[in-house]
């Protein structure tokens, strides 16, 4: 049999083969396509709509109109600020979890995954409690004379940034852990044999090979802030508008459908760029081989 002949049969059984997990795909595919392009769809065409015709006036209006830029810019803002004090408050927890003993390791990550088991609403009322005017902290404050007058922390931004990170630093956490057990102890050890200090073989070691729990932390993280409602909507008071928010009221105050969708399609084109811009830094093949 010649080289040629060769060649085809492995090109046609590799067909069959690229066939064959097609089939397997296409339920899925149906699926997603259904339940997610669908609806997409439908929202790309009724942020097109104005009245019985179509425009852009939508998209116009997110251009030009000040509340619109200001909104994203907030939800940019504190997106990133909690991604941020999110590696900086779960590295220390994933780190430990990851160091010490199988029991302690087990106690420090049920103790992460707390919150799980409690509905976001019954958070962030818990958080009104003890962040308001009367509240635990302020009370507390009073009493041992460090304070005269109550501090302003809820309703305001401070109390957005702390309720958003509460919920986040579970989805830190867990990428942190899953990269920092994967380095091998004995790395460490002979930095330190070597005359490394401890801020060196973290700095050296430690950290290069968690890069890429902290990259995989941050996108889940910031992603999912973009979206936040609940907890903005009630420790915000009203004063820290998110996009979330924008889309409710457009709905809700003003019955403009189009102009919510306008907002949502912005926020999905912004998630989907920052993907892509993620992929391009850090692809995950460069990922999964750091690990």
């Known amino acids: 049999m010649t080289d040629s002949s060769n060649a085809a049969l492995i090109a046609r059984a590799e067909r069959a083969e690229q066939g064959s997990y097609l089939l397997l795909f296409a339920p899925a595919l149906l699926l997603v396509g259904l339940f997610l392009g669908g609806p997409l ?67 420090i990550l049920a103790l992460v995954m707390l919150p799980f088991w409690t509905s976001v609403l019954v958070r962030t009322y818990a958080w009104l409690v003890v962040l308001q005017r009367r509240g635990i902290i302020n009370t507390t404050l009073i009493d041992l004379g460090i304070i005269e007058k109550p501090l302003s922390l809820s309703h305001n931004f ?68 973009l979206g936040f409602y609940l907890t903005p909507e009630l420790l915000g008071g009203g004063k820290t508008i998110m996009v979330s928010s924008l889309v409710q009221r457009n709905v809700e105050l003003y019955l403009q459908f189009g102009a919510a969708s306008a907002v949502a399609m ?19 093949e460069k990922i999964v081989g750091m690990r």
Do not use: N
């Open 158 to 225: 401070t109390a957005v940034l702390i309720g958003m990170l509460h919920v986040m630093i579970p989805f830190m956490v867990f990428p942190l852990y899953a990269a920092l057990s994967k380095i091998p102890t004995e790395l460490t050890q002979a930095g330190h044999s070597l005359g490394g200090s401890t801020f060196y073989v973290f700095r050296r070691i430690i950290l290069p090979l968690a890069a890429p729990g902290v990259a995989a932390g941050s996108v889940l993280v910031f992603i999912l802030c």
């Open 41 to 107: 769809g439908l929202l790309f065409f009724q942020s097109l709509r104005e009245g019985d015709s179509f425009s852009f006036v939508h998209y116009a209006r997110i251009w030009q109109e000040e509340i619109y830029w200001r909104t994203y810019a907030d939800t940019l803002q504190i997106s990133l600020l909690v991604t941020v004090l999110s590696i900086v408050f779960g590295f220390p927890l994933a780190y430990a979890a990851a160091v010490a003993s199988r029991g302690w390791s087990t106690l």
């Open 266 to 284: 912005v926020l999905l084109a912004m998630v989907c760029t920052i993907f892509w811009a993620v992929d391009r830094a850090l692809p995950v």
